[in-house]
């Protein structure tokens, strides 16, 4: 990927050209790096989850702000919002704080105010593309676990990591020595270095039996 493509984006969403165009130069000049987009609609047809945060109008026609809101949520998009409020659509801003909004602006607004929710929205989403990253390499190195594998890691991390090899054995029905190979192998495929970090780590992996 580039670094291009890795530059965080806000995307602003305006239906008032004259109002989005202001902001957009505005941020521009604070060395932002900016997408427009006229209706939640439009933003929703040309998004593909990159880096970024999410600045709208919450009352805009076709679709608003608490639908946009909607709709990211169900297709599991975490960018973060920042929605700008006239004074007559704060009890809607409110109600989109509770579904997760990170912050209203009213209008008129102050442009450090903007600028600082920005920062903190580019800063919130930079943190969970990391943790996702993160939980996804767990989860791979999960994937290269040969079933055996799986069966005694989840003995390993069950009952708050209190079995003894010799407990696992025996209810795996395999030997002591079995389970220490295979202990051996999962502590060097999931990088863990001890017993704790490893039941750290088994809490992003999926497919952790229902036992563990």
């Keep these: 990927m580039s670094d291009t493509e890795n530059t ?5 969403i305006d239906d008032d050209d004259a109002v989005r165009n202001s902001i957009s130069m505005s941020l521009v000049v604070e060395g932002f790096s900016v997408k427009e987009y006229s209706s939640a609609i439009e933003f929703l047809e040309n998004y593909h989850d990159q880096p970024g945060c999410l600045v709208a109008d919450i009352q805009m026609p076709r679709m608003d702000g608490l639908e946009l809101q909607k709709s990211l949520h169900q297709k599991n998009i975490k960018i973060p919002i920042i ?6 659509n704060i009890p809607m801003s409110v109600k989109a704080m509770k579904s997760g909004a990170l912050d209203f602006i009213e209008k008129p607004f102050v442009k450090k105010d903007l600028l600082k929710s920005i920062n903190n ?3 919130i989403d930079y943190n969970t593309r990391q943790k996702d990253k993160s939980h996804l390499e767990v ?3 999960f994937n290269l676990l040969t079933s ?5 890691l989840n003995m390993l991390v069950k009952d708050h990591a209190k ?3 010799k407990e696992i054995a025996e209810t795996l029905g395999i030997s002591k020595r079995t389970v220490e190979v295979h202990r051996s192998s999962i502590m060097a495929k999931m990088l863990a270095q001890t017993r704790a970090e490893l ?3 088994s809490r992003y ?3 952790i039996l229902e036992t563990s």
């Design 8 to 12: 965080p984006i806000v995307y602003l």
């Design 163 to 165: 079995l003894t090899n």
């Design 199 to 201: 039941v750290e780590l």
């Design 83 to 88: 929605f700008i409020t006239g004074h007559g």
């Design 148 to 152: 055996c594998e799986k069966e005694v």
């Design 121 to 123: 929205a580019l800063h």
């Design 139 to 141: 989860q791979n190195r």
């Design 205 to 207: 992996c999926s497919c």
